[in-house]
Nanobody
Framework: VQLQASGGGLVQAGGSLRLSCASSRNILTLKASGWYRQGSGNQRELVATISPGNQIKYSDSAKGRFTISRDVAKNMVNLQMNSLKPEDAGVYYC????????WGQGTLVTVSS
């Protein structure tokens, strides 16, 4: 599975960004897909995931501000991020699970205060 992430950039606090992840595989065949964030530390933390059955999980920080969605026709998983805060900044990685974990190349999100 190859994942191509896009949509990062610089935004002011309170602004919005939309991340997109294109999958080389039919996303409905993936056990899970979604987004993780790597901040100043080395650990990647879950932001949001979605299953083929449309079960969605958000981090506590993302709830109410971020929305994960799928475009099945395009095999894409999107993350709409609203009301961004400086602490949302980091490298966002697209993720998929199909037997093993797959990761996209990461896209940088910078939030200025």
């Amino acid at each position: 599975v190859q994942l191509q992430a896009s949509g990062g950039g610089l935004v002011q606090a309170g602004g919005s960004l939309r991340l997109s992840c294109a999958s080389s595989r039919n996303i409905l065949t993936l056990k899970a897909s979604g987004w993780y964030r790597q901040g100043s530390g080395n650990q990647r933390e879950l932001v949001a995931t979605i299953s083929p059955g449309n079960q969605i999980k958000y981090s506590d920080s993302a709830k109410g501000r971020f929305t994960i969605s799928r475009d099945v026709a395009k095999n894409m998983v999107n993350l709409q991020m609203n009301s961004l805060k400086p602490e949302d900044a980091g490298v966002y990685y697209c993720y998929a699970h199909f037997g093993v974990d797959y990761w996209g190349q990461g896209t940088l999100v910078t939030v200025s205060s």
